[in-house]
């Protein structure tokens, strides 16, 4: 008797029990709103009612509001939206496989730029670049945030705790990149004005990476400059032309997931520098074999000289 009431209970528990599909839309709506990003996508993926919710474009604006206050300001194609922006601005992109043709290179740039420290948003801003001028195409690529003379945070802060996130969109296309890396990935100090510059760097395909520079005065809470710069294997600077090349590959290649993304394109960017810094290495041992090559034909010429001038 005691087995039937329990069979009775857990039967009319089952008959009570509520699924979450079962809840009304609004308050899963307001449940949905307060994941991140990836957690939206995969819940969104469970069942046909929870895919109508988790694709409400005013949910992912919240969301890309959230994470990159710029964008209020950055026009979107109607049909991507913030979901779009969101799927190509916030995983790091992934090692491009070369295209049979090149890729058409963007007439315009925006970038979305939001530094933060310790949560709170100290820079937010919205550039337009036009990319199609003859003089952005031939010169080294650059792309400054701060066009005056910087501005100072509520309060002195550590350069290394810093965050950045700069978005380039396509507005053309409404393709959009990741294009620095959320941490810095070196912090170095200028002795001689005593300005702190912190590095954020992403790597790209073809031997590019973009690499962007908050340089700061950390005693004031000074931000002196903002700005982005692409830059070869060799070190060097990477004209406007291929920077753009490699910028369209990465916009249209694949991304890396959110597990893991971050310190994947951090090692990316390291292997990226360790290959710079060992050409200069065969550079400037190349460079020391000529050197020595040259002052011994000039020291063999020279008592060559001595033996002819002796002889006569």
């Given at each position: 008797m005691a087995a039937g009431a329990m069979d009775a209970a857990a039967g009319a528990a089952a008959g009570t029990a509520t699924a979450i599909e079962d809840?009304?839309?609004?308050?899963?709506?307001?449940?949905?709103?307060?994941?991140?990003?990836?957690?939206?996508?995969?819940v969104?993926?469970?069942?046909?009612?929870?895919?109508?919710?988790?694709?409400?474009?005013?949910?992912?604006?919240?969301?890309?509001?959230?994470?990159?206050?710029?964008?209020?300001?950055?026009p979107l194609c109607a049909g991507g939206g913030h979901r779009a922006l969101f799927a190509d601005a916030f995983p790091f992109p992934a090692a491009p496989v070369p295209a049979a043709a090149p890729r058409p290179l963007p007439a315009r740039l925006i970038s979305a730029v939001d530094l933060h420290h310790g949560g709170v948003c100290i820079l937010s801003r919205v550039v337009e670049t036009d990319a199609a001028s003859d003089w952005f195409l031939g010169s080294p690529f650059r792309?400054?945030?701060?066009?005056?003379?910087?501005?100072?945070?509520?309060s002195a802060f550590a350069p290394a705790d810093l965050a950045l996130s700069w978005i380039l969109v396509d507005p053309a296309t409404g393709r959009a990149l990741n294009a620095s890396s959320r941490r810095p990935v070196s912090v170095d100090r200028k002795w001689l004005t005593g300005d702190t510059v912190a590095r954020f760097a992403v790597a790209l395909g073809g031997g590019v990476a973009l690499e962007a520079a908050v340089v700061c005065d950390e005693r004031y809470g000074h931000v002196r400059e903002v700005s982005?710069?692409?830059?070869?294997?060799?070190?060097?600077?990477?004209?406007?032309?291929?920077?753009?090349?490699?910028?369209?590959?990465?916009?249209?290649?694949?991304?890396?997931?959110?597990?893991?993304?971050?310190?994947?394109?951090?090692?990316?960017?390291?292997?990226?520098?360790?290959?710079?810094?060992?050409?200069?290495?065969?550079?400037?041992?190349?460079?020391?074999?000529?050197?020595?090559?040259?002052?011994?034909?000039?020291?063999?010429?020279?008592?060559?000289?001595?033996?002819?001038?002796?002889?006569?």
């Open positions: 809840l009304p839309a609004d308050v899963l709506a307001l449940v949905l709103r307060r994941l991140d990003g990836a957690s939206l996508a995969t969104g993926c469970a069942c046909s009612g929870l895919r109508d919710l988790a694709a409400d474009p005013g949910t992912w604006r919240g969301l890309c509001l959230a994470v990159w206050p710029s964008v209020r300001d950055v792309v400054d945030a701060l066009v005056q003379e910087g501005f100072s945070a509520p982005l710069c692409a830059e070869d294997g060799d070190g060097g600077g990477v004209s406007g032309r291929d920077a753009l090349a490699a910028v369209a590959a990465a916009m249209a290649g694949a991304r890396r997931g959110s597990r893991g993304a971050e310190g994947e394109a951090r090692l990316r960017y390291e292997e990226f520098v360790r290959g710079k810094r060992a050409r200069k290495e065969w550079k400037a041992r190349r460079e020391g074999m000529l050197d020595l090559c040259c002052s011994g034909v000039g020291a063999a010429a020279f008592l060559g000289f001595l033996v002819m001038l002796t002889l006569r």
